[in-house]
Nanobody, 123 residues
Framework: QVQLVESGGGLVQAGGSLRLSCAASGRTFSSYVMGWFRQAPGKEREFVAVIGWSGSVTHYADSVKGRFTISRDNAKNTVYLQMNTLKPEDTAVYYC????????????????WGQGTQVTVSS
């Protein structure tokens, strides 16, 4: 398994931007499909974005498409989530996750998870 540590969360006003980072341990980072998920209080964990091994394939939830960008730097063992035009409904704990299967959007397909980072968007 790979160990994951998220950072970059915080409090931002609506319309603002944040960039989340997720640092992975281990020498096989490039073999993992990486995803971002989020969970708001009282709600199920939901898919946000996923990126393939090389970074050339990405997939987004409709709710963030056009506003969020997922990327990865395999040399730095890091995956990023650039979040622009943030809305109050984006408020949640954001988790990065690693999967050994091709592009998926279900939390059940991801075997390694970080501890999460809080994102709060004020109106």
């Amino acid at each position: 398994q790979v160990q994951l540590v998220e950072s970059g969360g915080g409090l931002v006003q609506a319309g603002g931007s944040l960039r989340l980072s997720c640092a992975a341990s281990g020498r096989t980072f490039s073999s993992y499909v990486m995803g971002w998920f989020r969970q708001a209080p009282g709600k199920e964990r939901e898919f946000v974005a996923v990126i393939g091994w090389s970074g050339s394939v990405t997939h987004y939830a409709d709710s963030v498409k056009g506003r969020f960008t997922i990327s990865r730097d395999n040399a730095k063992n890091t995956v990023y989530l650039q979040m622009n035009t943030l809305k109050p409904e984006d408020t949640a704990v954001y988790y990065c996750a690693a999967s050994t299967v091709p592009i998926r959007s279900s939390p059940a397909d991801f075997g390694s998870w970080g501890q999460g980072t809080q994102v709060t968007v004020s109106s």
